[in-house]
């Protein structure tokens, strides 16, 4: 399959700022509109990346928003994604055709979502719910908390509001409390405010210990020792190693063992993550997630040019929201944990080896014009990264919780 659009995705927050989907569309390499031809390619890849023979939806418990167009309604792909997560957002001017129309009733009737993006606040009313189970809100100017209200007067039951953009944490809860169901905007790279503990708590001071042991490869019982000072830390490692994921062939009782079994570089990789999710500062969950698909998107791009650093990637990505998961400037950050010195340069200015894997994992998440650009630059093709993309995703989700 040849490729030469990138996958951009925003994330898709609820009133709790929970992560309920992701919406998902086509960035072209030249600044033109994407065709009917590569919207179908669109829906085709993402159902063959995120949809296992075996394990079904990979996504879990997420939506996927695509962008659509009517074409789309009928094509086959379609029904290899799961109807109940599957969101297609179509502009409403696409419905003045009665042929659009009755497509879209039936990919309604078989379970498929349809969001509708551009209506009129005049328009919201009860005509749009036989063909949209969303409909889109724009937010426009400053003053989001009164269009919010003017949305919510305009609420229908039968249709969820998705507002856009939402960028800051005060126009979110002006929507939240007004009623709307879903947000996007650039939420998940701004900390949530009004929590003030900041910097590290006990159980991150105990996890930054054990990540200088591994890296210093210290005996076993010492990291034992430490570990057993924190019995959630303990409970979490045990519960990882006996989980379905990791396949240990029979139950494993002792933390020597589960360390043994895990070897050095997985437990690292454990620690990292733990970091990052046991923060107790004004973080959201939105913040951690991105954090964990960027440390594996970072990795996986990095995967044939930086054999065996892979390690360092992951902790690239996952590192980079540290510093807003800890309420602490990035500098301060860096003198708390110990890193490699081309892990520092990435993490400060996107400099050394790692640095242009990492600004090209986040560019992916960003609305911006650069994924084409620093994927040439490292001359990695726009099918590999949307694999590693897809790929990332569904391994976040396979790690949550």
């Not at 400099?351 to 090209?360: I, K, T, V, W």
Request: net charge neutral.
């Amino acid at each position: 399959m040849h490729q030469t659009n990138f996958i951009v995705r925003e994330p898709l927050l609820d009133p709790k700022q929970r992560v309920i989907g992701y919406e998902l569309s086509w960035q072209r390499h030249d600044s033109k509109l994407v065709t009917t031809e590569e919207l179908e390619d669109l829906i085709g890849f993402v159902a063959e990346h995120v949809v296992h023979a075996e394990h079904g939806w990979l996504l879990r418990d997420k939506m996927l928003f695509l962008e659509a167009v009517p074409e789309m309604l009928s094509t086959d792909a379609l029904h290899a994604l799961p109807p109940e997560r599957t969101v297609l957002t179509l502009n409403i001017r696409r419905l003045t055709d009665p042929n659009v129309r009755s497509a879209v009733q039936a990919v309604r009737v078989g379970g498929v979502g349809i969001s509708i993006r551009g209506a009129d606040i005049n328009l919201l009313g009860r005509n749009l719910s036989p063909y949209a189970s969303y409909v889109e809100v724009q937010f426009a100017g400053a003053d989001v908390a009164t269009q919010a209200r003017t949305y919510a007067a305009a609420k229908h039951a039968a249709m969820r509001m998705v507002g856009r953009p939402v960028a800051t944490w005060a126009d979110f809860d002006a929507c939240a409390a007004l009623g709307l169901d879903a947000f996007v905007g650039k939420l998940h790279l701004t900390p949530r405010p009004g929590n003030p503990v900041k910097g590290m708590n006990p159980t991150q001071a105990v996890i930054l210990q054990l990540m200088q042991m591994v890296q210093n490869n210290e005996d076993v019982p010492k990291i034992e020792n430490v570990l057993k000072r924190d019995p959630a830390l303990t409970y979490k490692l045990l519960r990882f190693i006996n989980s379905a994921g990791f396949g240990a062939a029979r139950e494993v009782q002792s933390l020597r063992q589960a360390i043994a079994l895990m070897g050095y570089a997985p437990l690292y990789r454990w620690l990292v993550l733990l970091l990052a999710t046991a923060s107790a500062s004004g973080y959201s969950p939105v913040l951690m997630e991105t954090a964990v698909v960027r440390g594996r998107l970072a990795e996986l791009l990095g995967a044939s040019a930086l054999r065996g650093e892979g390690e360092n990637l992951f902790v690239c990505g996952m590192f980079s929201l540290l510093d807003r998961l800890l309420g602490l400037p990035m500098a301060e950050v860096l003198e708390t944990v110990p890193l490699p010195e081309e892990v520092v340069r990435a993490l400060i200015g996107r400099e050394g080896r790692y640095g242009p894997y990492l600004a090209l994992a986040e560019a992916c998440e960003l609305n911006s014009n650069l994924v084409a650009s620093l994927a040439a630059s490292l001359d990695i093709s726009p099918l590999d990264v949307n694999r590693a993309h897809l790929s990332a995703l569904a391994w976040a989700q396979s790690v949550a919780g």
